[in-house]
């Protein structure tokens, strides 16, 4: 859907997989359509739903041998369990898998802050699937939602390819915001996040699913991890 989350992702897992030529590497199947109509709107009813077209993407996936498919973008995550009640492909889950991690890397985490697009906090995906966990998910207040979705979609955003200035500097202020009100690490829980934000950006854990999952899915693939 988004073309440079698209091409993050992929780079993610060639460059986390360990390979020393070409075909050391994933076979991986991409259909990237930015046509898909926005999921954000759809959450917040000022849109089309994008449903039918995630389940018409899924099968030309499945159609072309995909054995699991893996969508990086968090907002479409809300209409994935459509989508896979009508598909035989697996998903992974960019939500299950940064669980997954959260739990294994910061067992005494308790409050997590979420900076994604406003239909991702809306919909109240991360607080249903860390709430079980024990970890409370911090959201940002109105001000600094406008904030994050004017550093994503605004003039000058980064869907409009901009991944510093005015837009890194949004994400920053937001991420110190949710800091101060507790959060004991930050979820980049919109996959243009990690475009402008970093590990060593802040003086919490940085839980960043694209990463994770792109882990999991060399992981899943029967490949390995590179170790440098």
């Not at 988004?2 to 991986?28: K, M, S, W």
């Not at 995550?77 to 299950?96: E, N």
């Not at 901009?162 to 101060?180: D, M, W």
């Not at 979820?187 to 243009?192: D, F, L, M, N, R």
Request: net charge positive.
């Amino acid at each position: 859907m988004g073309p440079e989350a698209t091409a993050y992702f992929f780079n993610l897992i060639i460059n986390r997989t360990q390979a020393a030529r070409d075909q050391d590497h994933i076979r991986v199947i991409i259909d990237c359509n930015p046509k898909i109509p926005e999921r954000t709107a759809a959450i917040l009813g000022d849109g089309p739903s994008p449903a039918r077209q995630l389940l018409a993407g899924a099968r030309r996936l499945a159609g072309a041998g995909a054995d699991f498919i893996v969508v990086p973008c968090l907002t479409a995550h809300a209409f994935l369990p459509w989508v896979q009640a009508r598909i035989p492909v697996p998903f992974v889950s960019l939500l299950d898998e940064a669980l997954a991690h959260a739990g294994k890397t910061m067992p005494s985490l308790r409050r997590a802050g979420l900076v994604a697009s406003t239909g991702t906090v809306r919909s109240g995906l991360f607080a249903r699937a860390f709430g079980p966990a024990g970890v409370e998910v911090v959201v940002p207040s109105e001000a600094a939602q406008r904030r994050v979705m004017e550093a994503i979609y605004g003039e000058g955003g980064i869907k409009a390819g901009r991944t510093a200035g005015a837009p890194r500097t949004r994400i920053l202020e937001v991420c110190h915001g949710l800091i101060r009100r507790g959060a004991q690490a930050i979820i980049a829980g919109c996959t243009e996040i990690p475009l402008v934000l970093r590990d060593d950006d802040l003086p919490v854990p940085l839980i960043e699913p694209m990463r994770i999952a792109a882990e999991a899915s060399i992981l899943r693939a029967g490949y390995r991890l590179r170790q440098d």
